[in-house]
């Protein structure tokens, strides 16, 4: 289950053989980073786990290169903090500087960062965004817009908005009205990306200050814009595309059993009076299934495919794609452990598409990393305290997952008892296919990737800039 | 304070010069394994975050080889499970072979399994085990003994043992009354190691089935038994050593302020009644603060220094050192951050030992590994979700420590409800001081240890003598 399906293959093959036709022309650099959101050790056990069983390997588990890579946040005083969000480990990667939770592509006192994405095209060079969440998501965004929180996705957010009632940050001092540089959606819109696929529809039919949709935004500044995945068979290489397919998020592969999550462990009454009493009754095991409401929806791999052929094709430049499985995050949250695993799977697709592309084209360097550890943790199953004559069970939700190899694997989501888990502290794993880059070393600050992306595609650095 | 302290780089440097200064002596060859346990990247990150600080690097992130090694686990029967303990882990690593739970040295069938340190005895090689733990405790056990389960520490507990009041498992196959090979300490007695150093005095005055303590057993096998860590400035280099400086487990050198751990978020009774009502107290922030009953208990970078003298002086045929950091794990158990950071801080000091050493001795081979994931994680301070009109609290056990970069680092424990935490399923990482051993991959399972320990140590694994 760990390799790319054939349909995939099949789809890809005529245009990686016809990108390695036109071998004379001069050899360009390329970067794909793959970012897997929330894909922390116990995410990618919980992946090998169910997709290759236990004593079996990942794709990415080949990758000649792994190291580790340190998360780092600041609060909004400039104190360290030990736990991120998307946005500002986005922001790190994306412009070498460190931030706080909710920024994106902006510092701690609000002054916009270059990123990386930018470099590139300022060079050049092609730029595409993929993505399984909103292309308007904390991500994506990092690495083409400028604004203080991430929930200015819209023209209607930027200027304040309410989730279950509660408001949420605004960023007044970027929109159009007072002369800044629009919503994210905006900001995308006027980018100069090439390839920009992933959810989020719902923005384009919001208006901007000057009165305009942002689809109109978009196609005026060279966007064709496409909402349906047919579509996606009929790109001209040379036009920029904007791809959205789903309304916000794209939906996920894969749920557990009649779309089950997991639970909290029953109790009886007498347990609720002492956790020495009474009886815990664990949740039914569950399977993975797919998940009925994916439908049409294209495939990461479909899409970094696609954008791959567009990134590449007559264009002798090189390019920069950043490729996010956001879901792996995000049903962790849900406390979705099927979720996480066929989102998974379509990174593990993904990949292997990706080294597909890299053995066609030799100076392409492909880095797969998390942008944050998640709550999910792999517990004992059975407990290893099961002989004790009390009832033992986990305080949070868990989820008991039966694995193609026939056992239980049992996901547990304890880190707060609201409705959305909390991400948590740990450094996050970095993999690559080469070992020859010496920026890549194997303990890094997420924020030195940066410098990595930028030495491989031969971008010079702001710093160095300055000097020349 | 990532360095070794000053006292210990004074002790040590004799030792070193003395062995530098025999360079005309065959050059051995030797390997130190260091087992942090349960120091997976949520620990290892915690003891970054509080020893160097958020932007700071460990001795181990200087470490030119990182990977990532697969936990492997089997059900009695045969079955994967996705979480281990320190038995059979330490048992994967020392034999090669995947067992269940609990067992030492033995695979599923209770067949006894010839471990690395064996091999290296046979050869002619020294060999040391250094632990914070009992030196009966799983990990140092499964290098040199082989029972049906690690209960079976000493001549009683074999019989069949109660904890709290509960029966645990006994080995009677085993005991010498049955013409086995006895406890661990019996086993462990009779091993031909060079080195035994860690905790376990309550053993020694155990009575073997032949009517004998256990010290005099180790005696007559060779051993001169210590049990005061000053004795350890008195040690002849050519006479094998069991140095056992606490009843059980040595005492650890950090705690929470006022011996505080890991503590359930108070609540008042409108949120026991409804989530959403309420309001919910977290623990007040604590220090970490030296522990009084840390007394004279020897480092174990102290242990380690003297272990490297004993096992390296007039030795032209090298050695095989495992060095356990084992409460790491211990104090996870128990909920106690400030316990586990202590511990990792004796594990840094003891790998920068280490480098020194193989910076004087070519043919080192330093590794250091986990042998499991444990149930801490680092959560944000405050909860990413502090907005939220309702209380947001984890369901389990949390600390709140001060770091001191002045920051607060909140760690969560919250597997499940009893007394003890549980292990749980992530890789755990793998350094090592060199990038020239093929056998070091950057993904390897974890029995694949015992073959990079005997390939470097020019030991034939058993499938290759067979073949001779």
């Given at each position: 289950?760990?390799?790319?399906?054939?349909?995939?293959?099949?789809?890809?093959?005529?245009?990686l053989?016809?990108?390695?036709?036109?071998?004379?022309?001069?050899?360009p650099?390329q970067v794909?980073?793959?970012?897997?959101d929330?894909?922390?050790d116990?995410?990618?056990?919980?992946?090998?786990?169910?997709?290759?069983?236990?004593?079996?390997?990942?794709?990415?588990d080949g990758?000649?290169?792994?190291?580790?890579?340190?998360?780092?946040?600041?609060?909004p005083s400039?104190?360290?903090?030990?736990?991120?969000?998307?946005?500002?480990?986005?922001?790190?990667?994306?412009?070498?500087?460190?931030?706080s939770?909710?920024?994106?592509?902006?510092d701690?006192?609000d002054?916009?960062?270059?990123?990386?994405a930018?470099?590139?095209i300022?060079?050049?060079?092609r730029?595409?965004l993929?993505?399984?969440?909103?292309?308007?998501?904390a991500?994506p965004?990092?690495?083409l817009?400028?604004?203080?929180?991430?929930?200015?996705e819209?023209p209607?957010?930027?200027?304040?908005?309410t989730y279950?009632?509660?408001?949420?940050?605004?960023?007044?001092?970027?929109?159009?009205?007072?002369?800044?540089?629009?919503?994210i959606?905006e900001q995308l819109?006027?980018?100069?990306?090439?390839?920009?696929?992933?959810?989020?529809?719902?923005?384009?039919?919001?208006?901007?200050?000057?009165?305009?949709?942002v689809?109109?935004?978009?196609?005026?500044?060279?966007?064709r814009?496409?909402?349906d995945s047919?579509?996606l068979?009929?790109?001209?290489?040379?036009?920029?595309?904007?791809?959205?397919?789903?309304?916000?998020?794209?939906?996920?592969?894969?749920?557990?059993?009649e779309?089950?999550?997991?639970?909290?462990?029953?109790?009886?009454?007498?347990?609720?009076?002492?956790?020495y009493l009474?009886e815990?009754?664990?949740?039914e095991?569950?399977?993975c299934e797919?998940?009925?409401?994916f439908g049409?929806?294209?495939a990461l791999?479909?899409?970094?495919?696609k954008?791959?052929?567009?990134?590449?094709?007559?264009?002798p430049?090189g390019?920069?794609l950043?490729?996010?499985s956001?879901s792996?995050?995000k049903?962790?949250?849900?406390?979705?452990?099927?979720g996480?695993?066929?989102?998974?799977?379509?990174?593990e697709?993904?990949?292997?598409?990706?080294?597909?592309?890299?053995?066609?084209?030799?100076?392409t360097?492909?880095?797969?990393t998390?942008?944050?550890?998640?709550?999910?943790?792999?517990?004992?199953?059975?407990?290893?305290y099961?002989?004790?004559?009390v009832?033992i069970?986990?305080?949070?939700?868990?989820?008991?997952?039966k694995?193609?190899?026939?056992?239980?694997?049992?996901?547990?989501?304890?880190?707060?008892?609201g409705?959305?888990?909390?991400?948590?502290?740990?450094?996050?794993?970095l993999?690559a296919?080469?070992?020859?880059?010496?920026?890549?070393?194997?303990?890094?600050?997420?924020?030195?990737l940066?410098?990595?992306i930028?030495?491989?595609?031969?971008?010079?650095?702001?710093?160095?800039?300055l000097?020349?």
């Amino acid at each position: 289950m760990t390799t790319i399906p054939r349909y995939l293959l099949a789809l890809l093959m005529p245009s990686l053989l016809c990108i390695a036709a036109s071998a004379d022309m001069p050899s360009p650099r390329q970067v794909i980073l793959i970012i897997g959101d929330g894909f922390d050790d116990q995410h990618v056990t919980m992946g090998r786990n169910y997709l290759a069983g236990m004593s079996g390997t990942l794709t990415l588990d080949g990758l000649p290169f792994r190291g580790a890579v340190q998360v780092e946040t600041l609060s909004p005083s400039g104190q360290p903090l030990y736990v991120a969000d998307s946005a500002n480990t986005a922001t790190a990667i994306a412009t070498g500087t460190i931030t706080s939770v909710g920024r994106i592509g902006t510092d701690i006192t609000d002054r916009d960062l270059p990123t990386i994405a930018e470099r590139a095209i300022e060079a050049g060079l092609r730029v595409g965004l993929v993505t399984t969440s909103s292309i308007t998501d904390a991500t994506p965004a990092s690495f083409l817009t400028h604004v203080s929180s991430r929930n200015c996705e819209g023209p209607e957010e930027i200027l304040g908005s309410t989730y279950y009632g509660l408001p949420q940050p605004a960023c007044p001092q970027d929109a159009r009205q007072n002369d800044g540089p629009g919503s994210i959606i905006e900001q995308l819109s006027v980018s100069g990306a090439h390839v920009l696929f992933g959810g989020g529809q719902k923005f384009l039919e919001q208006i901007t200050a000057a009165g305009e949709p942002v689809r109109s935004l978009a196609e005026r500044n060279g966007f064709r814009v496409i909402t349906d995945s047919e579509e996606l068979d009929k790109l001209q290489t040379d036009q920029a595309i904007m791809g959205l397919f789903a309304s916000e998020n794209l939906a996920v592969r894969w749920r557990g059993t009649e779309g089950r999550i997991a639970e909290l462990t029953e109790t009886t009454w007498l347990n609720i009076l002492s956790d020495y009493l009474g009886e815990a009754k664990q949740p039914e095991v569950m399977a993975c299934e797919p998940n009925p409401e994916f439908g049409t929806t294209p495939a990461l791999a479909l899409m970094t495919s696609k954008a791959l052929h567009q990134l590449s094709s007559n264009n002798p430049s090189g390019f920069f794609l950043m490729v996010e499985s956001a879901s792996i995050d995000k049903q962790s949250h849900k406390r979705n452990p099927c979720g996480s695993i066929g989102e998974i799977e379509q990174l593990e697709e993904t990949l292997a598409l990706s080294l597909a592309f890299a053995s066609q084209h030799g100076n392409t360097l492909v880095i797969v990393t998390a942008d944050h550890a998640q709550a999910a943790q792999i517990l004992p199953e059975p407990s290893h305290y099961e002989d004790y004559p009390v009832p033992i069970y986990s305080p949070g939700h868990t989820a008991r997952v039966k694995t193609p190899e026939g056992s239980v694997m049992r996901v547990n989501y304890a880190t707060n008892n609201g409705f959305s888990e909390e991400h948590t502290g740990a450094n996050v794993p970095l993999f690559a296919n080469r070992t020859d880059q010496d920026s890549l070393a194997p303990f890094m600050k997420q924020r030195d990737l940066y410098g990595v992306i930028a030495d491989f595609l031969l971008l010079k650095r702001p710093d160095e800039r300055l000097r020349d």
